[in-house]
């Protein structure tokens, strides 16, 4: 680190070899020329005494050319003093050093005079002491100062740098004259400008013609291919390192490496999550409305709002016995989620009705373990291939895990049929999801009156940007913890911002949230956004007491996780796998998320190749790939790529490249 400053803030008084402007950008900070020195001492002598010692700097003779300097000082006192003192940070004599900058610092004067030399000194004062008061003063003298020379608005930009405000050392650098391109890339990647960091990487490596710096260029601009998730672009980059690689060393300087972000997001990007749902949050959302079922041959669903409901008048004989058949069954779906799915999947044997398997797979969505979910919605459509809601969910859970059906097209056609049950929740859904242009033919009738509907129109209204402010779902269904959440964000008609973000944070739960924290993991995983886009996540309570819910447990081990309890989390985790053998790709996460934040490296990685081998998983096939990147095992990396990684949670980043942009 020394070193690299050294070639930053190296200032010289020198002649016009070295005032060429060619050389600006390597030697930036080139100060005094020969012009200006005449017009303050004629003595040819003093000017080459001082161009000689800063030759000597620069071969790193420091000792030799601050005796030079100390001589040149009774003539030009601040900019010798400055050099001095340069000249003892490079040699380690830190306190010799503190000695001359404070000589400048105390001058204030020089802010005037020599306003270059006084902000160079707060900055090796800031380097020293690490107190951010030198940089303050920096970023004052600037303000001060309308007329910057082109090394002070660089000095600027890098004291904005280190007080990591990148948005404004990149406005200043855009001032400059000089291209400074890997500079502004590096800023661009940092405020996940993706665009603009492709473009001056694009002009870096253009004119660069050193080996090591062109490769590092290069290995950047892998990582800005994997944060921006444009895979196309990578299989080129990474051919380009695979012909370079057998002296190939960027990947050792700068390692890519998986870690925990808990600020992944910003909490401008959470509250675009929230407002306007994902892919897969639209699919979760259908799962938690979803109703249940309780017969093979008869459309009879539980829904969640309005209870049985029949498609046909049936007697209370009937309903008595469809009761006592399922009595067990009933009672079941009002545990928590994760007992829910132990208990209905103790219940299944060989002469299981198709409808238990559907609500052992509707379970098992409720925890976001979406593989079993896809392989029962499988298992109850084979069994039932009339039945067009097992069919259509069954597609729909292979899309919520990327998942390719083998036989698609008969369950296309199926669900397109006239003849089945549940005809309008399949052709509704299909359309919705699967084939956007496939008119609904049947009519809800008897369902209108049920959640499910009331949410499917939501969702069709809110994907067709139709304003859903009014809809039957708030105004019917408010009491549902997740449709509570879902109207507390809509933004009310003529609602200002400040209005609103004042009204989210008077009113969103904060501590009466037990219905947010227990249940189904797509509601807690909303309220926990919602948080997280108020700045509100560290605030909330979340805790149940007397409480001890596995689905809360597992949230707990998610809360413990940010607040930088990883060990705990583990805990957490390992029990509730050893008591309830989840493998869900949620749970699988936690754990991988919590090895990296104690530095358990492999640890992690081996549990990645457990999601890979155990759920098929792209995102996990992803990281696989920046590992084997990482190795330049570089051929078999490309095969890992299949599909954008989207985790909230693991995320990628280079090690040392702020020490990297601050060497700049």
Not at 50 to 76: D, G, H, P, R, W
Request: charged share 30%; with cysteine.
């Amino acid at each position: 680190m020394k070193k690299t400053f050294f070639y930053f803030f190296f200032i010289l008084f020198t002649s016009n070899v070295f005032a060429n402007k060619d050389l600006l950008e390597s030697q930036p900070e080139i100060i005094f020329n020969y012009d200006k020195i005449k017009q303050k001492q004629d003595s040819f002598s003093l000017q080459f005494d001082f161009n000689k010692a800063v030759l000597m700097m620069e071969k790193e003779e420091y000792k030799k050319a601050i005796e030079i300097f100390k001589q040149t000082s009774t003539a030009i006192k601040i900019p010798s003093f400055l050099n001095i003192a340069i000249a003892y940070y490079k040699m380690g004599e830190i306190e010799n050093a503190k000695l001359y900058f404070n000589n400048i610092y105390n001058y204030k004067k020089a802010i005037y005079q020599n306003t270059f030399s006084y902000m160079s000194t707060c900055y090796y004062l800031y380097q020293i002491r690490k107190d951010s008061r030198y940089l303050d003063i920096i970023i004052d003298i600037a303000k001060k100062h309308k007329n910057l020379t082109e090394h002070s608005k660089r000095m600027l930009a890098d004291t904005l740098i280190l007080l990591k405000d990148y948005e404004k050392a990149l406005q200043v650098l855009n001032k400059m004259k000089f291209p400074l391109d890997l500079k502004k890339a590096l800023l661009y990647l940092k405020l996940k400008d993706y665009v603009q960091a492709e473009k001056y990487l694009k002009l870096a490596k253009e004119s660069s013609y050193n080996k090591s710096r062109f490769d590092k260029i290069l290995w950047i601009m892998v990582y800005r291919d994997l944060k921006a998730n444009e895979l196309e672009k990578l299989m080129d980059n990474i051919d380009l390192i695979n012909k370079r690689k057998n002296s190939f060393k960027a990947n050792l300087e700068l390692p890519l490496e998986l870690f925990f972000n808990k600020d992944k997001y910003s909490a401008k990007e959470y509250l675009e999550f929230i407002t306007n749902f994902t892919k897969k949050r639209e699919i979760d959302y259908i799962f938690y409305f979803a109703p249940f079922v309780f017969s093979d041959n008869q459309e009879i669903i539980y829904d969640i709002s309005k209870g049985f409901i029949f498609k046909s008048k049936q007697n209370i004989q009937s309903l008595e016995k469809m009761v006592e058949y399922n009595a067990k069954f009933i009672e079941i779906i009002k545990e928590d989620p994760i007992i829910r799915v132990n208990k209905l999947k103790s219940l299944i044997n060989s002469k299981s009705k198709s409808y238990v398997y559907y609500n052992l797979a509707l379970s098992y969505a409720h925890i976001y373990d979406f593989h079993n979910a896809y392989n029962y919605f499988e298992k109850a459509y084979k069994l039932n291939p009339g039945n067009k809601l097992f069919s259509v969910m069954t597609l729909i859970a292979a899309k919520r895990i990327d998942k390719k059906v083998p036989d698609i097209k008969y369950i296309k056609s199926n669900i397109k049929s006239d003849q089945g049950l549940y005809k309008y929740f399949g052709q509704a859904l299909f359309s919705l999801f699967l084939e956007p242009e496939t008119k609904v033919k049947e009519k809800p009738l008897y369902y209108e009156d049920t959640i499910f509907y009331t949410a499917i129109e939501f969702l069709k209204n809110k994907k067709n940007k139709k304003d859903v402010s009014n809809s039957v779902l708030f105004e019917e269904y408010n009491k549902d913890p997740f449709v509570y959440l879902m109207k507390l964000i809509q933004k009310r008609k003529n609602e200002s911002n400040y209005d609103y973000f004042s009204r989210l944070q008077d009113n969103v739960p904060l501590y009466i949230n037990d219905n947010f924290l227990e249940g189904p993991l797509v509601v807690t995983r909303y309220y926990i956004d919602i948080l997280k886009s108020l700045g509100l996540f560290y605030k909330a309570n979340l805790q149940l007491k007397a409480k001890n819910s596995p689905s809360f447990l597992r949230t707990s081990a998610l809360k413990e996780l940010y607040i930088g309890n990883s060990k705990k989390t583990l805990e957490i985790l390992n029990s509730l796998q050893k008591e309830y053998d989840l493998e869900d790709k949620y749970t699988m996460y936690l754990q991988v998320a919590a090895l990296l934040d104690q530095g358990r490296k492999n640890e992690a990685s081996i549990q990645i190749s457990l999601i890979k081998a155990v759920l098929n998983d792209h995102d996990a096939d992803f990281l696989t790939g920046v590992q084997l990147i990482q190795d330049l095992k570089l051929s078999s990396a490309k095969q890992y790529f299949k599909s954008k990684y989207l985790d909230s949670m693991i995320d990628i980043r280079l090690k040392g490249l702020d020490e990297f942009l601050e060497s700049l």
